[in-house]
C-alpha cells in the first residue's frame, strides 16, 4: 500500500535552513506530481509548493518562493523540501501528499519549530 | 488566492442527528477538464487530514455512506446523516483548481 513517510524536521533559529526528506513507496513514484504542504499550529493546511514526476514542472506559494526548493530523486524515490532563510511564521507540521490536486495520501507529518 | 470559506465554524452535535458544513468559494472551481476539483478532508486530534470526498461527491474508499458533499459553482455542502462519536474533528474544504490550492479556515465538529 501506499506510504509516505517525512523526515528532517526540528528546532532551527530564525535565519537557519533545514532539508526534509518524504519516502515513497507503494506507487510509481515517478509517475506522479508531488507536493509538500504545512500546517501552522492550531491553523489549516497550506500548500507551500508541487513538483510533476520528471521534475521539469515546479511551482511555488509566494510565502515560501525564493527561500524553499522542491526537489526529487525518482531513482531513490524521495522528495526533498529544501528550507533556507526560515522564519518564527514557518513553524508547523509538514506534510507530503499526492495526487496533489485532490491529496488522498499524506505522511504523518515532521515537525518544524523555528525558534530563538 | 481563492478564498475558502467555511460556516459554522464550530457545529455542536447530538449523536445520532445530521449535521452540515457550508463551504464558499471566491472563484469557480471548474476546471477545463470539466472537473470541479472540490475535496473534504477530516482530521482528527493528532492525526494527518484524511480526504472523505474528493471532485465534490464522490467518497473515498472506506468513508462511510453517512457522509455525503454536494454543490456546484462556488458553494458546496458536506453533510453527516447521523453523527457519531469517531465523527469528532475539524473537517475542511480543499480547492485543487487555482494555485496556489487553498483550504478553508476549517469547521470544529464536537458531540453536545
Known sequence: ?116 | DVVMTQSPLSLPVTLGQPASISCRSSQSLVYSDGNIYLNWFQQRPGQSPRRLIDKVSNRDSGVPDRFSGSGSGTDFTLKISRVEAEDVGIYYCMQGRHWPWTFGQGTKVEIK
Open chain 1, 1 to 116: 500500500q501506499v506510504q509516505l513517510v517525512e523526515s528532517g524536521g526540528g528546532l532551527v533559529k530564525p535565519g537557519g535552513s533545514l532539508r526534509l526528506s518524504c519516502a515513497a513507496s507503494g506507487f510509481t513514484f515517478s509517475d506522479w506530481y508531488m507536493s509538500w504542504v504545512r500546517q501552522a499550529p492550531g491553523m489549516g493546511p497550506e500548500y507551500l509548493a508541487y513538483i510533476s514526476g520528471s521534475g521539469n514542472h515546479i511551482e511555488y506559494a509566494d510565502s515560501v518562493r525564493g527561500r524553499f526548493t522542491i526537489s526529487r530523486d525518482n531513482a531513490r524515490n524521495l522528495l526533498y523540501l529544501q528550507m533556507n532563510s526560515l522564519r518564527v511564521e514557518d513553524t508547523g507540521v509538514y506534510y507530503c501528499v499526492y495526487p496533489t490536486r485532490e491529496p488522498e495520501n499524506w505522511g504523518p507529518g515532521t515537525l518544524v519549530t523555528v525558534s530563538s
